[in-house]
């Protein structure tokens, strides 16, 4: 069974830092390329990062610039979110997915393949 099981999310204060993984099964990730994305309570689902197969490309979405880095370890099938300097407006669920296509971004639609959601929660 094809799947992505994401995990590390939980609260954490302003300020604070919190790491995500996303662990697939099922098919082998280092033919596709990753992305995070998120959604807040009552908006749209948000393009947060993505990396490439081998990693050497990545893309951050405006609002985590220089605060979050993506990574992926091939050899473990996983790949992972660091989150630093955490801020209130990070709350959401954060999903991670995959796409075998060549071309990709921070759009969700160019991913077909999807974790159930982790809960980040950045409150005092």
């Known amino acids: 069974q094809v799947q992505l099981v994401e995990s590390g999310g939980g609260l954490v204060q302003p300020g604070g830092s919190l790491r995500l993984s996303c662990a697939a099964s099922?098919?082998?990730?280092?033919?596709?390329?990753v992305g995070w994305f998120r959604q807040a309570p009552g908006k749209e689902r948000e393009g947060v990062s993505c990396?490439?197969?081998?990693?050497?490309?990545?893309y951050y979405g405006d609002p985590v610039k220089g605060r979050f880095t993506i990574s992926r370890d091939n050899a473990k099938n996983t790949m992972y979110l660091q989150m630093n300097s955490l801020k209130p407006e990070d709350t959401a669920d954060y999903y991670c997915a995959a796409t075998f296509s060549p071309t990709y971004g921070l759009f969700d639609y160019e991913y077909n393949t999807w974790g159930q959601g982790t809960q980040v929660t950045v409150s005092s």
């Open positions: 990396i490439s197969t081998s990693g050497a490309i990545t």
């Open positions: 099922g098919f082998t990730l280092d033919k596709y390329a």
